[in-house]
């Protein structure tokens, strides 16, 4: 179990003038998988972003805590781990390349025993010192996972994760999400059935509001 | 934290090693820009003054051809994202002007050597004030090239917004330059050029400062 | 209304008063100005060239000011607060600009000098024109507003190296700055009371004029947003 959580107060998003969601109120603690759901354009990426902490809400917070203290936005980088299709990583590198350097940048110790063990999950293993550049857009998507799991985070996002992936690939995704689910929190952000069902509780965003299920 | 900006700066430079992207085309630039300068001034004498100011020139035009990689390349390439999730904007702000200081120090000093072998009037009598000069101005250069190159990135703007938007900034460090490179070839003192060595340390540190305040807000939209 | 009627005659008077009063040696009169030597007739561009020059200051002050209040608090009205402000600032700059440099042709000779003034308000159109172009060229509302915003606080910070460098590298024409020999500090010095007066009018009328028009800049801007939210949502 991790003493992980996350808090979201009142927070409202805007796009220039429109707004996007409203007064979203929720918590996740310790673990499980959360599923956030709702048709195109209610706001499923924007509000992953901002739990992420990549884009700033208009009003309202989204607060983190480890071990009861609230950790500080500088640092929150550190304790998550995201996947999403308009992620990218440096193609001019191998994936190994890419991943130590991730792992100096963010200034902790290469796990290479996990990044091993992630590599053999997600069948790249023997492809991990190609340039990521010679990679299929599937095999980008799976070093994504890699990518988002190697420095062992509390919570982990993923947004549409399926896409690009073929079947084998989507089970080993699955795999992981139940099992990530048991100890960390994993937000699964997604439309595709087959998603949702691996999630314990899902919120919908619909109408600018969210509707908890 | 400065550990991570060096690492996130050996990253570019590693890239930079493999794409090539800023180093040829800064490298043709200078020698453009140079012999421009020298067809157009053929046989004719020029004096001190026209000299200082050309060297800034060269500098202010060969900064605003690539100083602006650092961002755009990353916007371009659709990495912003990643490098959100693995560092603090303070740590890419570091970064990036690590890059671009170290590019700065290179290219000028390529400039000015070819300055000093190529123009008769390039003599340096007071050469610490040169150097002062030099390490203050190319501070302050990449610090405010940097900050708005940040800002050409996200507005999506390619190549020609980056030198009207830099150009008002730099224009009060370009100006002492220009003054304090014409003091050091009359071979004026450090003191009585202590006032404009005064403007670019303030200059210098004002950027840095404003530009660290102000990055969150351009990195996070 | 009361106070729109006030700032029409006000400015009436100032502009009667600026043009049509004479100068004449040893004033004696409440309307005669004083001749100040090396000014002339030339003396009277105070009451309209100096007024816009203040205004186009104030304008960049407010549009900063908004800018930061925008980066604060996020409301797209400060966003529009301050681009209504810099359309004014760019007008009463390009006019500081060329009444000067009409008046520079006839004082000093040549429209341009570079006099540590011009090359400030040469600057000050620099940022302006930076700052437009960096608007038209982004897109979303959002951004455009945080980019700019943060373009003009960064413009902002180099507006005084432009006081203190500016000054020590070229020599200065204007009357009042410390290089000027014939007229000298004019301000202080060589106006009588009653040309003061009507500078200080002339400064407060322009002032109110261009707080109205910002006014109703920053009203029709946000009308205008509102209409063509109407108009997407049909």
């Known amino acids: 179990m991790s003493n992980y959580y996350l808090e979201v107060k009142n927070l409202t998003k805007y796009f220039g003038r429109r707004l996007i969601f409203s007064n979203l109120n929720f918590r996740l603690s310790d673990s499980g998988i959360f599923g956030i759901s ?54 001019e590198f191998s994936a190994e390349e890419n991943l130590l350097m991730f792992a100096k940048i963010r200034g902790v110790d290469y796990d290479k025993s996990r990044v091993d063990y992630l590599f053999e999950k997600f069948l790249l293993l023997k492809r991990k010192d190609d340039l990521v550049k010679t990679y299929s857009s599937g095999m980008k998507q799976r070093l994504k996972f890699i990518f988002a799991l190697m420095h062992s985070p509390k919570l982990i996002i993923l947004d549409e994760p399926t896409s690009n992936l073929d079947d084998e690939g989507k089970n080993s995704v699955y795999e992981l999400i139940r099992e990530e689910g048991n100890k960390n929190i994993v937000v699964v952000a997604s439309n595709e059935k087959n998603d949702l069902e691996q999630c314990t509780e899902t919120i919908f965003l619909e109408n600018f509001k969210q509707i908890n299920q | 934290m400065n550990s991570k900006a060096y690492n996130l700066f050996l990253k570019d430079f590693r890239s930079e090693l493999r794409t090539r992207y800023a180093i040829n085309a800064l490298a043709m630039f200078i020698i453009v820009a140079i012999s421009v300068i020298l067809f157009s001034i053929g046989n004719e004498k020029i004096n001190e003054n026209l000299t200082a100011g050309l060297f800034w020139v060269v500098i202010f035009f060969t900064a605003m051809s690539g100083l602006s990689r650092a ?69 302050g250069l990449a610090v405010s090239s940097t900050i708005i190159a940040a800002i050409i990135a996200k507005a999506g703007a390619k190549g020609t917004l980056y030198p009207v938007l830099s150009f008002p900034i730099l224009l009060p460090l370009i100006l002492t330059c220009v003054q304090l490179t014409l003091f050091s070839f009359d071979g004026t003192s450090f003191e009585k050029s202590r006032f404009e060595l005064a403007i670019i340390v303030s200059y210098d540190v004002i950027m840095i400062t404003v530009s660290y305040l102000l990055f969150d807000f351009i990195w996070k939209e | ?199 200080f009018l002339s400064l407060i009328g322009f002032t109110i004029l261009y707080l109205w028009m910002w006014k109703v800049g920053y009203k029709s801007l946000i009308y205008k947003e509102k209409i063509q939210k109407q108009f997407l949502r049909g």
């Open chain 2, 71 to 139: 961002f755009v390349s990353e916007e371009e390439r659709g990495t912003t994202l990643t490098l959100q999730l693995i560092a603090s904007p303070t740590t890419v702000f570091s970064g990036k002007l690590i890059f671009n200081v170290i590019l700065v120090f290179a290219m000028n000093a390529i400039i000015a050597l070819l300055y000093g072998a190529l123009f008769e009037d390039f003599i340096i009598k007071n050469f610490l004030l040169f150097l002062a000069t030099f390490i203050l101005g190319n501070i």
């Open chain 3, 1 to 199: 209304m009361i106070w729109k009627i006030f700032l029409f005659l006000l400015l009436a008077f100032v502009s009667v008063a600026g043009i049509a009063f004479p100068i004449v040696e040893k004033p004696s009169a409440w309307y005669e100005f004083p001749f100040i030597p090396g000014l002339e007739e030339n003396a009277k561009i105070i009451f309209f060239h100096v007024p816009t020059a203040w205004v186009t200051v104030v304008a960049f002050l407010m549009s900063t000011i908004f800018s930061f209040r925008y980066l604060k608090n996020k409301n797209l009205d400060d966003d529009l607060k301050s681009y209504a402000a810099a359309q004014l600032g760019i007008i009463f700059c390009i006019l500081a600009t060329v009444t000067g440099a009409v008046w520079a042709k006839f004082a000093w000779g040549a429209f341009w000098s570079w006099d540590p003034r011009q090359t400030s308000i040469f600057a000050l159109l620099l940022i302006y024109g930076a700052w437009f172009a960096l608007r038209s060229s982004i897109e979303s509302e959002e951004k455009r507003a945080t980019l700019s915003s943060v373009y003009s606080i960064i413009a902002f910070v180099t507006v005084p190296f432009f006081i203190f460098v500016m000054p020590r590298i070229m020599t200065g024409l204007h009357p009042g700055s410390a290089d000027d020999t014939n007229a000298g500090p004019v301000v202080n010095f060589k106006m009588n009371s009653n040309m003061l007066l009507i500078f």
């Open chain 1, 38 to 91: 709702g048709p195109n354009g209610s706001g499923k990426s924007t509000l992953v972003k901002i739990i992420a902490g990549i884009i700033g809400a208009n009003k309202g917070e989204v607060k983190h805590f480890l071990d009861g203290k609230e950790i500080i936005p500088e640092k929150i980088h550190n304790h998550i781990g995201f996947v999403s299709p308009y992620l990218v990583l440096y193609e």
